[in-house]
Each structure stands twice: as C-alpha cells, then as structure tokens.
C-alpha cells in the first residue's frame, strides 16, 4: 500500500481509501490492485495508468539538546546530538500522478476549514478528467522529441559545414604555401643560371650548376600547384583518404 503514516493515523487513513476505492469503483476509473498484493495499486482511466499516495505530513524543527545530551556531548568528543526533530503532525496528504507522466499531478490535504474527507469527490473528478491531460503531456513529449531531433541534425549538419569549410583553408593555405615555395626555387634556378652565364667555370663545374639549376626548376615545378591544376582541384573539392600533400603525377620527376 503506498501509505506513509503513523500508527494513529493509521485507522483514518484506512476509512478514507475505503471512501476513495467505493467512489473510484462507481465511476469509469478502475482500481487496479494485481496479485500478490504487495505490487503497487494503481488506477486506470481512459486506458490510462495513474498512482496515488497518502502520507501524514512530518514538520522539520531545530533540536534543542537536553541537559542530558549536553552532559554525553561533553564526556563523548565523538557524539553529537541530532541536528533536526522530526515530529508527525497528523495532517494527511493525498497525492494521485500520472505513472507515465509525473508531472501530470493533483494532491490534496488537510486544511483549516476542511479535511481530506470532503476532498474525495475531487479526487475521483481528477481521476476521470486525467486521461486528456496525459495525452497531451504524450502530445507534448513527442513533439518536444521531434525538435530535438530537428535541432540535432541542424547543429550535426553545421558542424559538418564547419568543419569542411575549415577542411578547405587548409588545402588552401597549404597550396598557396606550396606556390609561394615553388616561385622561390624558380626564382633561384633562373638566378643561378645568371650566375652561371657570368662566370668562367670548368666543363666539370658547369655541368654540376647546371644538374643543379634543373634540378631545381624541376622541383619548382613539382611544388607549383598550378602545374598539377586536376589535382589541385581534387585536393579542394573532395578530402583524400591520406592526405600527403605531394602530387602523385609529379614523384617520377622529383628524383
């Protein structure tokens, strides 16, 4: 039984759930109650489930310690008395929640000017009219999932974007460095050849500058982006499995 109460309270609480189980049984609501008896009771309405519990209301007071306490907390360094009085107030609380949707909830409870007894006919009102507002909470919840799920995929998808766009300043960058690299062996190949043309060198020598000079023009090449134009491209539209950063078209030349 989901019952929270003391033992005085106990023979009240028990005539109310009489009242309340009569009142559901007359209605469309369908006390549930599956055997063995220790499951939980539940309340079907509209083919939907509902739980209730009744508790007494317990109040939280400051303790203040007795001479006695005081006494044991000076002989005992160890122990401290309880920090809070915990005392039951013989006030009732009825609870009725959806099993599904929590926050779809009712309570009622003793008051000034009138006692959870006179509360059961709206409890069983509450029982009746529950199913419509669970339907919408399932309403709410599914469509609450749907733009999870929307808004998801929008920063899934922007991430995607990102992360290409960051993907192609790379390459860029990358390209352009290879140019700026390959525009200085050119213009170093093309200054020794200068030299060379000025200077009175043996045969030996001068085909030793001139391996040079073409070696170097042919890397200049090999570095130069622009000369390798399809590969270039494929580089910035479509992201290779292993990027290397070397041209394949251009390895036999750069021996």
């Known amino acids: 039984m989901p019952i929270k109460v003391t033992a005085l309270s106990l023979p009240r609480t028990l005539r109310i759930l009489d009242v309340l189980f009569s009142s559901i049984a007359e209605h469309k609501c369908k006390l549930e109650w599956p055997k063995p008896h220790n499951t939980p009771i539940s309340i079907r309405t509209e083919n939907e489930t509902l739980q209730f519990s009744l508790i007494e209301v317990v109040e939280r007071k400051r303790h203040q310690p007795t001479g006695e306490e005081v006494a044991l907390q000076k002989r005992e360094y160890c122990w401290n008395p ?4 915990y005392n039951a107030t013989g006030r009732l609380k009825l609870t009725l929640e959806s099993v599904e949707f929590p926050a779809v909830c009712n309570s009622w409870s003793d008051g000034k000017h009138r006692k959870l007894e006179d509360c059961i006919g709206e409890v069983v009102v509450a029982c009746e009219g529950a199913g419509p507002a669970i339907r919408q909470a399932r309403k709410k919840q599914a469509e609450d999932e749907r733009r999870r799920i929307v808004e998801q995929k ?11 766009y960051e993907r ?16 200085l062996f050119a213009d170093f190949a093309a200054a020794l050849q200068a030299k060379a043309l000025t200077l009175d060198l043996p045969d030996n020598v001068r085909h030793e500058m001139e391996a040079m000079i073409d070696w170097t023009l042919r890397h200049a090449v090999y570095l130069n982006p622009l000369a390798h134009a399809n590969w270039t491209i494929r580089q910035f539209k479509n992201p290779p499995c292993l990027y290397t950063g070397i041209p394949t078209c251009a390895t036999s030349n750069s021996n």
């Open 82 to 85: 309880p920090r809070w009085d």
């Open 168 to 183: 192609k300043a790379r390459v860029v960058r990358d390209l352009a460095q290879s140019w700026r690299e390959s525009n």
């Open 154 to 164: 929008r920063r899934y998808e922007a991430e995607i974007l990102r992360a290409e």
